[in-house]
């Protein structure tokens, strides 16, 4: 099978928007518990940093120094991009209803390619 193979980017897109789905309720079900915003940050930190050292280890790839020279800061830029989009999404989930969210959340093709046409000519 081709490496840009298009069933696995399905197969890959549907598991993300279950995924996300499943974060967004289980953010729901805790908050009404008191758990906030800053905790799935937390854990999502702690989680991410647990699952990142086998998988350094098994492609055999370093974090920092296998970044291409002078990429850094875009890499750096991404992420802090995710990290305020993670905020946003989970404390957005605290005012509006877990339906909304849904499909606010996943408008964001639809934003992406407007950018990408006004912003790239795409």
């Known amino acids: ?3 840009d193979s298009r069933i696995k980017a ?6 993300y ?20 915003v800053i905790h799935f940050q937390i854990s999502r930190t702690i989680f991410m940093s647990l699952f990142l050292v086998p998988l350094i ?9 296998d970044v291409p020279q002078g990429q850094m800061k875009i890499v750096v830029l991404r992420t ?16 509006i209803p877990m339906a909304l969210g849904i499909v606010l959340l996943n408008l964001s093709p639809f934003w992406t390619s407007l950018l990408g046409y006004f912003m790239n000519n795409e």
């Not at 928007?17 to 079900?29: D, E, H, I, N």
């Open 1 to 3: 099978m081709p490496k």
């Open 57 to 65: 280890l098994t492609v055999k790839k370093h974090p920092y120094n």
């Open 10 to 15: 399905i197969i890959a897109v549907n598991c």
């Open 17 to 36: 928007a279950l995924f996300v789905t499943a974060m967004g309720v289980c953010f729901k079900f805790a908050s009404e518990e008191g758990v906030g």
């Open 80 to 95: 802090i991009f995710e990290m305020a989009c993670l905020v946003t999404y989970v404390w957005a989930l605290t005012l």
